[in-house]
């Protein structure tokens, strides 16, 4: 690996001399400052532990246990490269260990739930497959809640799960809920909400309700006949499946309400994005005036009402249905005002488009937390998103959604966003949210989004180097004609004030950059901060190519030098690309 060469034409080649990856001058200081005689031993590596790494609770029991992995001759410490080797080793990751660590007791309210959308598609949401297939994929990356498109099949006579009114070809809803009850529980023990979408007539909705009582069996959680005061806690609902829907209504009113909009509303495409998604945009950024078109399908599908005593169409419901439903859906009459009155008496599900959300954010932002509080807000991708793209979660998160639903078959920005926030909390799948938007002062208030606070604490990130591109990604794989040119790109996603992306200088034709440079980022909410990495080789001539990306919950982040290993744009981690980075709190 010591040189590579690279064709330029028929005649010519180019050879570049290949450097080799070794420890940045800090680590080799630090390394002399922490060693004795080139050795590392138990003591001086606790020292480096505790000081450097800020693991106050180190051990000599810990520092063996990395001496015994990463030592290669001397017994009894480590020297450079074995120093070095274990700073880039998949045992010093950026965030806490994988394990449960939140208060787990406190309503499903309290609580952001990591959300997918049309959870039965493999593609776009017009044309692709319905399958079990990505619920499957979605369960065992830790998503908590599935959602499911119920509406009769051809022959009126069964329940299919597929997009309504698309060319989506269905898949049937018992061989989705089996998948469900195969897999709900593999990465996560806490609770697996069903959101249903009902177009179903009376006699199907009791057909439901016996395929869903029969698969789930004593796993299937109800609340019973009094309903719920207040949510119960995951620890309680530890796998345990919920239902969430609207009560029981007329399927024809529900046609025709639905017909009625569609023929009012145009379709429109949503933005491409490329390769990696384009960039995150703000509220204040986003434009509002195409609501009336957005197709809101928790709208069109009659879940707008919640006054069950004026139905045009009288016909039987489904009583057996209705017992299901632990988390009742649906909007009240009255408009945006009236969806966040909180009754003190019960608690309910909201489902508003992204779109919605930011009309509402605009008047109603302090409403919407205090109505977060006890009661439990969905936001939904846009209709016109085709593409299965996705919007930026922080909105949501930032007032107290708790399920911000996501297309998970998509890509690009806005997902590694909701893919690093649902690595806290060992990855269950639920987040507690931050105290001051749970809690209420002295005169009712609550914590209002629009009021810009001080800075909290400062993250420092120190991006020293990168490496593993030569042995992931083919030698032409970046440029036919010589080693890539890598720049790093490093920023914070989280509310307005805290967001920003830097970028560090580009390092011509090197595999194993060596950046070597500090930014720092002020924080004024550090719980709602995400550490987004990404790395880009940079081209002249045309886009430049994509070479990574994490994202990390700075709430989680650890202190002191850590290896980040970088992911692909689908989000899936590569086996050898890693940066070596160092975060500090000031």
Same mark, same amino acid.
């Given at each position: ?33 922490? +060693? ?18 800020? $693991? ?65 598609? *493999?593609? !776009?949401?017009? @044309? ?11 369960? $065992? ?22 997009? #309504? ?6 898949? %049937? ?21 069903? *959101? ?36 119960? @806690? ?35 495409? @949503?933005?491409?994005? +490329? ?25 069109? !599908?009659?879940?707008? $009402? ?19 439903? *632990?988390?009742?859906? #649906? ?35 302090? %409403? ?29 998160? *930032? ?10 078959? =998509?890509?690009?920005? @806005? ?9 806290? !909390? ?18 009712? %208030? ?47 996603? =989280? ?14 034709? !090197? ?30 001539? $045309?886009?430049?190519?994509? =070479? ?39």
């Amino acid at each position: 690996m010591s040189k590579q060469t690279y064709r330029v034409c028929f005649c010519f080649q180019r050879r570049f001399r290949l450097a080799v990856t070794e420890a940045p001058d800090e680590i080799k200081d630090l390394f002399n400052q922490y +060693s004795e005689n080139g050795i590392m031993t138990v003591d001086r590596l606790r020292r480096f532990l505790i000081e450097v790494q800020k $693991e106050e609770k180190a051990t000599d029991e810990d520092a063996q246990a990395i001496i015994d992995q990463h030592r290669h001759i001397h017994r009894k410490g480590l020297h450079l490269e074995a120093f070095f080797k274990y700073l880039l080793s998949d045992s010093n990751p950026p965030h806490q260990a994988l394990r449960v660590h939140h208060d787990m007791n406190a309503p499903l309210s309290h609580y952001f739930i990591y959300t997918g959308h049309n959870s039965y598609l *493999t593609g !776009n949401q017009l @044309s692709s497959d319905c399958s079990d297939v990505p619920i499957k994929q979605a369960l $065992e990356k830790g998503v908590r809640v599935i959602e499911l498109d119920l509406w009769p099949n051809a022959a009126k006579d069964n329940v299919d799960v597929l997009h #309504g009114r698309t060319l989506t070809t269905p898949v %049937e809803l018992l061989k989705c809920l089996k998948c469900i009850k195969e897999h709900a529980f593999v990465k996560s023990e806490y609770p697996v909400v069903i *959101t249903l979408e009902d177009h179903l007539t009376p006699d199907l909705q009791a057909k439901v309700a016996e395929m869903v009582t029969q698969t789930f069996e004593d796993i299937l959680y109800t609340p019973g006949p009094e309903g719920l005061k207040e949510f119960r @806690s995951p620890e309680s609902l530890k796998k345990r499946i919920i239902i969430s829907t609207k009560p029981p209504k007329e399927y024809l009113e529900a046609k025709e309400v639905k017909e009625k909009e569609n023929d009012a509303q145009k379709g429109k495409t @949503s933005g491409d994005d +490329s390769a990696w998604g384009k960039e995150l945009t703000h509220l204040k950024s986003m434009s509002v005036a195409d609501d009336k078109h957005d197709l809101d399908e928790e709208d069109n !599908n009659a879940e707008e $009402e919640l006054d069950d005593g004026e139905n045009k169409l009288q016909q039987p419901e489904a009583p057996e249905y209705k017992r299901l439903i *632990t988390i009742h859906a #649906g909007k009240p009459k009255g408009g945006l005002e009236a969806c966040f009155v909180v009754d003190p008496d019960k608690v309910r599900r909201l489902s508003l488009s992204e779109q919605q959300l930011e009309k509402a954010v605009a008047t109603y932002a302090k %409403e919407i937390v205090r109505f977060t509080q006890r009661n439990i807000l969905r936001v939904y991708p846009k209709g016109t998103r085709i593409d299965s793209s996705n919007y930026n979660p922080l909105i949501g998160w *930032t007032h107290g959604a708790q399920m911000v639903a996501f297309n998970m078959q =998509g890509y690009g920005r @806005s997902l590694w966003l909701m893919q690093g926030m649902f690595k806290a !909390n060992g990855g269950c799948g639920y987040i507690k949210k931050p105290d001051f938007l749970l809690t209420t002062g002295p005169h009712n %208030e609550v914590f209002d989004p629009k009021v810009k606070l001080p800075v909290k604490k400062t993250l420092k990130v120190t991006v020293y180097m990168g490496e593993g591109w030569y042995y992931d990604f083919r030698h032409t794989h970046f440029d036919a004609y010589s080693p890539p040119d890598f720049y790093a790109r490093v920023g914070i996603a =989280g509310v307005p004030v805290d967001t920003i992306m830097k970028k560090t200088k580009t390092l011509e034709d !090197n595999w194993v950059p060596n950046w070597n440079e500090e930014f720092e980022f002020p924080l004024t909410v550090p719980e709602l901060a995400l550490l987004r990495i990404e790395v880009h080789e940079y081209d002249m001539s $045309e886009k430049d190519d994509f =070479g990574g990306q994490a994202c990390l919950p700075v709430s989680e982040l650890r202190s002191g030098i850590r290896a980040v290993s970088l992911h692909s744009h689908k989000g899936e981690k590569y086996n050898s690309v890693k940066l070596l980075m160092r975060f500090e709190y000031f």
